[in-house]
């Protein structure tokens, strides 16, 4: 079993930016695949980045350059920091952990809106 956390949401300007965390109960290094989907308003849910435990990363065409996921070991922690966040950033931003072969797990989500 993993939980998830998450926290960092919240309402910003265009152009401004924000840094989502993801507290998971257990060692992130024992987690295969850590990553941040969203999902707005009427729309599927997709991919946002993701980060596999040997380190490597991936991010949806939409966010790349302005998005990064990191992580710290010690706290058992992924982020997302947002940069030049725009509109059409806002969604409920979930976090998921895969480990392969049991299971996929999520957050309960956080909401990032982005208005002026």
């Known amino acids: 079993q993993v939980q998830l956390v998450e926290s960092g949401g919240g309402l910003v300007q265009p152009g401004g930016s924000l840094r989502l965390s993801c507290a998971a109960s257990r060692s992130i290094l024992s987690i295969d695949v850590m990553g941040w989907y969203r999902q707005a308003p009427g729309k599927r849910r997709e991919l946002v980045a993701t980060m596999v435990s040997g380190g490597s990363t991936n991010y949806a065409d939409s966010v790349k350059g302005r998005f990064t996921i990191a992580r710290d070991n010690a706290k058992n922690t992924v982020y997302l920091q947002m940069n030049s966040l725009q509109p059409e950033d806002t969604a409920v931003y979930c976090c998921?952990?895969?480990?392969?072969?049991?299971?996929?797990?999520w957050g309960q989500g956080t909401q990032v809106t982005v208005s002026s």
């Open positions: 998921n952990a895969i480990v392969v072969g049991l299971a996929s797990y």
